[in-house]
């Protein structure tokens, strides 16, 4: 049974540009969230979503935007990158409320 | 809002002894969940222990206990028997009930088993 798969586990990108993270929750799970963790800190919840749409939302600028797929897979997309917007960044999953999995993350570095 | 605090930011322990890493939280809610999540190099956050707010009794999980002090918001772990393998990033999380849609995270204990 896979868990969370997020992709890809490492990049390295430049100010200004954009990237996209995807994260495919584990099987049964239908919700999934994205948190960013930066380096000496604990993760912080960027938004949520279910059935496709943004159910809850952390306080992270537009900059950072999302999409859930039919499959409940999703993405997280980041513009105009900053040298602050380096961290790992976690997927969780869940099936609806708790049961949280969380993946191995992506660590976005911005030079 | 809530804010979760966790003061060690490193601990050491030998093997086989037992260590406490402390935690506090504030919040104005009721009603609301309290975790222990372990994170280990491979980066994965792994569930060691859960606490419903509204249960008196603390929880344990084989080697690992909570002592929760509702009224003084604390909670802290308890880990009996340390193990090499539990060597790792510990973050203490709260999660209230009536959303349920967000873990607001302490700034985690760096925890050393020495052999």
């Known amino acids: 049974d896979a868990g969370v798969t997020q992709s890809p586990t490492h990049l390295i990108k430049t100010r200004g540009q954009q990237v996209t993270l995807r994260c495919s929750p584990k099987?049964?799970?239908?919700?999934v969230s994205w948190y960013q963790q930066a380096l000496g800190q604990g993760p912080q919840f960027i938004f949520q979503?279910?059935?496709?749409?943004?159910?809850q939302r952390g306080n992270f600028p537009d900059r950072f935007s999302g999409h859930q797929f039919p499959n409940y897979s999703s993405e997280l997309n980041v513009n105009a990158l900053l040298l602050g917007d380096s961290a790992l960044y976690l997927c969780?999953?869940?099936?609806?409320?708790?049961?949280?999995?969380f993946g191995s993350g992506t660590r976005l570095t911005v030079v | 809002a809530q804010t979760v605090t966790q003061s060690q930011p490193e601990m050491s322990v030998q093997e086989a002894e037992t260590v406490t890493l402390s935690c506090t939280y504030d919040?104005?809610?009721?009603?609301?969940?309290l975790f222990w999540y372990k994170q280990p190099p491979s980066r994965q956050m792994i569930l060691v222990i859960r606490?419903?707010?509204?249960?008196?009794q603390n929880a344990t999980e084989n080697r690992f206990s909570v002592n929760f002090q509702k009224a003084a918001k604390s909670f802290s772990l308890k880990i009996s028997d340390s193990q090499l393998g539990d060597t790792a990033m510990y973050f203490c999380?709260?999660?209230?009930?009536?959303?349920?849609?967000?873990?607001?995270f302490g700034t985690g204990t760096s925890l050393t088993v020495i052999p």
């Open positions: 099987s049964g799970h239908d919700t």
């Open positions: 979503y279910y059935e496709e749409e943004e159910r």
């Open positions: 969780a999953s869940s099936p609806g409320f708790g049961g949280y999995t």
């Open positions: 606490q419903e707010a509204y249960k008196q």
């Open positions: 919040t104005s809610e009721s009603n609301y969940y």
């Open positions: 999380a709260f999660m209230a009930s009536n959303t349920g849609n967000q873990f607001y």
